[in-house]
């Protein structure tokens, strides 16, 4: 059993900053890559921005040079940094986690997810 436990979420006015956390638990033999996705009302899920295990990371245009991903491998938990946040902003952010779990004979690669944090930026 794993667990993705997201915080940080909140309402902000244009301009500001937030924090989001997401700290994994459970059967875990090793975390792969962590990620920051987004779904705001009526669009489609979208990817914000992704860390590997080696600390490379991919961000989506839109948010270039405005959020930051890290992780903390001993906490398990990867963090994404919003400043500068606009109304576009606005979204239910949702952790992603590609984690390989123990099983009887080996280990078995999964995708989880949190399950999710409003995150609202007014103008």
């Known amino acids: 059993q794993v667990q993705l436990v997201e915080s940080g979420g909140g309402l902000v006015q244009a301009g500001g900053s937030l924090r989001l956390s997401c700290a994994t638990s459970g059967n875990i033999f090793s975390i792969n890559s962590m990620g920051w996705y987004r779904q705001a009302a009526g669009e489609q899920r979208e990817l914000v921005a992704i860390?590997?295990?080696?600390?490379?990371?991919v961000y989506a245009n839109s948010v270039k040079g405005r959020f930051t991903i890290t992780r903390d491998n001993a906490k398990n938990t990867v963090y994404l940094q919003m400043s500068s946040l606009k109304p576009e902003d606005t979204a239910v952010y949702y952790c992603?986690?590609?984690?390989?779990?123990?099983?009887?004979?080996?280990?078995?690669?999964?995708?989880?997810w949190g399950q999710g944090t409003q995150v609202t930026v007014s103008s």
């Open positions: 992603h986690a590609d984690i390989s779990v123990r099983t009887i004979w080996s280990t078995e690669e999964y995708d989880y």
């Open positions: 860390i590997t295990s080696g600390g490379g990371t």
